[in-house]
Every structure is written in structure tokens, then in C-alpha cells.
């Protein structure tokens, strides 16, 4: 079993910066793709940014050029740093890990339990 725990999602104001992190934790292999992903209410969840195990990320429009996913592999971590916050950014913020957990095992997708991001003056 893998577990995913999100940490550091807060209130903060518009312009600020906050980062997030995603530790994963259990029978790990490798850690292929880990991304982040938001969900405001009555909105669908999307994507916010990605990152290959080789560092190669990708945005969500509105996001480029303001936050920043970066991973340390030695610990099995994620990261999201956001800045030039505004209250559209405002959601519950979800970490994904696509983890193997033995050598030529199948890649399973893993959902963190999420963390609260509130933009607001």
C-alpha cells in the first residue's frame, strides 16, 4: 500500500505566495508522473501541474509563469510552490503519484487526501 499526506495549504492573501507538499509513503519501487491537482466548489477536478520522474513539468494555463512543481526523489516528495496568488486559486489541492511498488509491477495511480488553498483578503 502507498499513502500520499498533503501538508502546508493555508489562508493567505491575494498576492501572496504558500507552498504545498506531498509526501508518499509505503511499498515504493519508483514514482513515475506526480502531479497536483484542484477542485473548487461545484467545479470539476483539473489539473493543475505535472512532473515526470525525469523533472519535465507541465502548467495549467492560468498558472504558468506563477507556480513552480518540483519533486525530490530521495524522498518520495512533491512540491507546489504558488505565488501571485489570487482567490480564483482558491480549491481543495489533491496530490496523484503513478507509483510502483516492485520491480516490473503494474503502476498504480494514488490520491492524497487534499489540502484546503483559500485566497482572500
Known amino acids: 500500500q502507498v499513502q500520499l499526506v498533503e501538508s502546508g495549504g493555508g489562508l493567505v492573501q491575494p498576492g501572496g505566495s504558500l507552498r504545498v507538499s506531498c509526501a508518499a509513503s509505503?511499498?515504493?519501487?519508483?514514482?513515475?508522473?506526480m502531479a497536483w491537482y484542484r477542485q473548487a466548489p461545484g467545479n470539476q477536478r483539473e489539473l493543475v501541474a505535472a512532473?515526470?520522474?525525469?523533472?519535465?513539468?507541465t502548467y495549467k494555463e492560468s498558472v504558468k509563469g506563477r507556480f513552480t512543481i518540483s519533486r525530490d526523489n530521495a524522498k518520495n516528495t512533491v512540491y507546489l510552490q504558488m505565488n501571485t496568488l489570487n482567490p480564483e486559486d482558491t480549491a481543495v489541492y489533491y496530490c496523484?503519484?503513478?507509483?510502483?511498488?516492485?520491480?516490473?509491477?503494474?503502476?498504480?495511480?494514488?490520491w492524497g487526501q487534499g489540502t484546503q488553498v483559500t485566497v482572500s483578503a
Open positions: 496523484n503519484a503513478d507509483v510502483q511498488s516492485r520491480a516490473l509491477g503494474p503502476i498504480r495511480g494514488y
Open positions: 509505503g511499498i515504493i519501487f519508483s514514482i513515475q508522473r
Open positions: 512532473i515526470t520522474s525525469g523533472g519535465s513539468t
